[in-house]
């Protein structure tokens, strides 16, 4: 199999292909973006801070790249109106998806389970375990359509002391990728039409990153772009039989 993470794509790998990234604002989510519109994917930027993602939009439209298109969904607070208009908007305006990577996350404080606060748990299963369940299954009728889907979620290796409902989630989403990765696995001498892998980055420089580790030197840090390429080699075609695969940073690639 190919590395991953020195992967080098065509300029066009992802021509023609159409790329939904939640968290797109984010540091990842960002650089995910920029580099699948890079190699020539239509992106569409997910996420709730309209003016950081018309922002994104502006600098991904004047690159040159295919026109973006912005959706916004709120992962903490949407409910079943919200996820039926968030698929009926894709459906309105794309006739397939051919990725959807997951790259929202919020990290609360850290502390003991002991004085874990109710909410701060909640928000972070809803937005880092629920979301993505309920984002893909409104993205699945438009992945369906596509001759090769690919879906990419971001893990993060947390089970430790003070990583509370961060962690659990996170975990969580490990087994729910592993479950959709068996789900869509083809039987025997069919062809795999949605593919399910994910990529831990490690840690690099974000809000996410400085919420948790307030007092560390960001400068330290790798930044986001650098970590991109797993996402670009799960997104393209060079990895068209990889399903159900974790990529590290620093690790040799294993099943979910
Ligand atoms: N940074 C690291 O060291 C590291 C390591 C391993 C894995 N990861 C994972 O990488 C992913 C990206 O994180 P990051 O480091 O790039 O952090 P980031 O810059 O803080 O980005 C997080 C993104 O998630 C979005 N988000 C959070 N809550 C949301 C909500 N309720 N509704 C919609 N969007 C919401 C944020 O949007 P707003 O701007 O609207 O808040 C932002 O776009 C996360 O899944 C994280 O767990 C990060």
Redesign the pocket.
């Known amino acids: 199999m190919v590395d991953a993470w020195t992967f080098v794509p065509d300029a066009a790998a992802l021509a023609r292909r159409t790329v939904l990234i ?8 960002s650089a995910v973006a920029l580099a699948c519109a890079r190699h020539g994917a239509s992106v569409v930027l997910c ?3 309209v003016a ?1 993602l018309e922002s994104l939009y502006d600098q991904i439209e004047e690159s040159g790249a295919p026109q973006p298109a912005i959706v916004t ?5 949407a409910g079943d109106d919200d996820y039926l208009a968030f698929g009926e908007a894709l459906a309105g305006g794309l006739s397939a998806l051919d990725g959807l990577v ?6 609360g404080p850290l502390t003991p389970i002991e004085h874990a606060a109710a909410a701060n748990w909640q928000r972070a299963l809803t ?2 375990l629920t ?1 993505p369940f309920r984002v893909t299954q409104a993205c699945l009728p438009l992945l369906k359509r596509s001759h090769d889907a690919s879906i990419v979620f ?3 290796d947390k089970t430790r002391a003070y990583w509370g409902g ?1 962690g659990v989630a ?1 975990a969580g989403l490990a087994g729910f990728a592993k479950i959709l990765a068996h789900e869509w696995a083809p039987p025997p001498g069919e062809t795999r039409t949605v593919r399910i892998n994910a990529v ?10 400085r ?1 948790a580790y307030p007092a560390e030197d960001a400068l330290q ?1 790798s930044e ?1 772009a650098e970590r991109v390429n797993p996402y670009l080699y799960l997104l393209a075609d060079a990895s068209g039989s990889v399903n159900g695969m974790r990529f590290s940073v620093n690790e040799p690639a294993r099943a979910l």
Request: aromatic residues 2%; charged residues 20%.
């Open positions: 939640t968290g797109a604002n984010g540091a990842l989510g996420g709730r801070a950081a969904l709120d992962l903490e607070t997951h790259a929202a996350g919020t990290v937005v880092n979301a971001t893990l993060d961060y996170k831990d980055p490690g840690p690099l420089r974000s809000r996410l990153r919420a840090l986001a």
